[in-house]
């Protein structure tokens, strides 16, 4: 699809009131849940997978709860394109910004570490207005060449510079006499070719991104997660920061990828029905080479 079509239906979709998107919101919820049943096997499959402790019946409730809220992420993506920065303020509250200040207050820059969980798009704007220093947002390039063009132009509104994981090294060589803050979104599931550790992760056998960790120990910041849980006013989120790492050098090989993913773990156990279950997460096993 032309790049010009996809950003006037962005463009188009964005200028409607969140209350009419909530509408929609509603109106997709019973095509996803009760029609096309949008992968729905997968994420009752995760969830089994994930907790073998819980009932067939709350793994259901789960199920429906993360279906109702999923098409709430979808049309609030849809508004990124026009949203204020007043409105993105409102609508993620930072509970504890000072938990970041510090460190660049200490002369460090912050690695950021976040999920797929709440509203990490919106976090994207939050993190960008929060501070003055770059804002480094590292990502996995789409597929689809057109929509992660026109998906990055958004993203970047507020002046956060988009960096494919592969480039990381690079723009922080850049900007090493200047503070920022890079964030990485932890729970992508990486290619083969990318990582070949694997760990415990919601009772899973899991191969996980150790970007971050080397990162943090050539560069010696700190590791700071971002924790973006939903409010009970919908379309409200809340962040509350989390200093996981002060001093990389002094951690073992694996220990803090180890410490991050845990943290995932703990977020996703208190309220599940937030997290991304769509994503086909175990995908790749020690025996796939793909």
């Known amino acids: 699809m032309n790049k010009k079509i ?15 998107l909530y509408i929609l919101s509603d109106f997709l919820y019973f095509i996803i849940y009760y029609g096309v049943k949008y992968r729905k096997p997968v994420v009752i499959t995760n969830l089994k997978n994930s907790f073998p402790e819980k009932s067939e019946v709350e793994i259901q409730q789960i199920a429906k709860k993360f279906f109702r809220y999923f ?11 026009t949203i204020t920065k007043q409105q993105v303020i409102n609508r993620i509250e930072l ?3 000072e938990e970041v200040y510090k460190h660049f207050e200490a002369g460090k820059s912050v ?6 969980y709440g509203n990490w798009e919106l976090g994207i704007y939050r ?3 929060m501070t003055e220093h770059p804002c480094l947002i590292i990502y996995k390039p789409l597929n689809n060449k057109c929509f992660d063009q026109v998906h990055n132009k958004v993203r970047t509104r507020f002046g956060a510079t988009m960096v494919p994981m592969k480039q ?3 723009h922080l060589i850049k900007l090493k006499n200047q503070l920022n803050m890079s964030m990485f979104v932890a729970d992508q599931t990486p290619l083969h070719q990318d990582s070949d550790y694997f760990l415990d992760f919601l009772n899973q056998d899991t191969l996980v991104h150790t970007g ?3 990162i943090a120990k050539l560069t010696g910041n700190p590791i700071v997660y971002c924790h973006i849980g939903r409010k009970e006013k919908r379309g409200h989120y809340y962040c509350k920061f989390t200093t996981l790492v002060e001093n990389p050098s002094v951690y073992q090989e694996h220990e803090i990828t180890q410490i991050h993913n845990k943290f995932t773990e703990k977020m996703i156990r208190e309220e599940p029905a937030y997290w ?14 793909k």
């Open 6 to 20: 996809v950003s006037g239906l962005l463009f188009s979709f964005s200028l409607l009131p969140f209350w009419v």
């Open 212 to 214: 971050t960790e080397r």
């Open 71 to 81: 098409p709430d992420i979808i049309v609030e993506a849809l508004k990124m394109r």
């Open 127 to 129: 993190m960008s207005i």
């Open 276 to 289: 991304l279950w769509t994503h086909r997460r175990w995908k790749r096993t020690r025996t796939t080479k």
């Open 168 to 170: 990381i090294l690079r």
């Open 95 to 97: 509970l504890n910004p």
């Open 111 to 116: 690695i950021g570490v976040t999920a797929h």
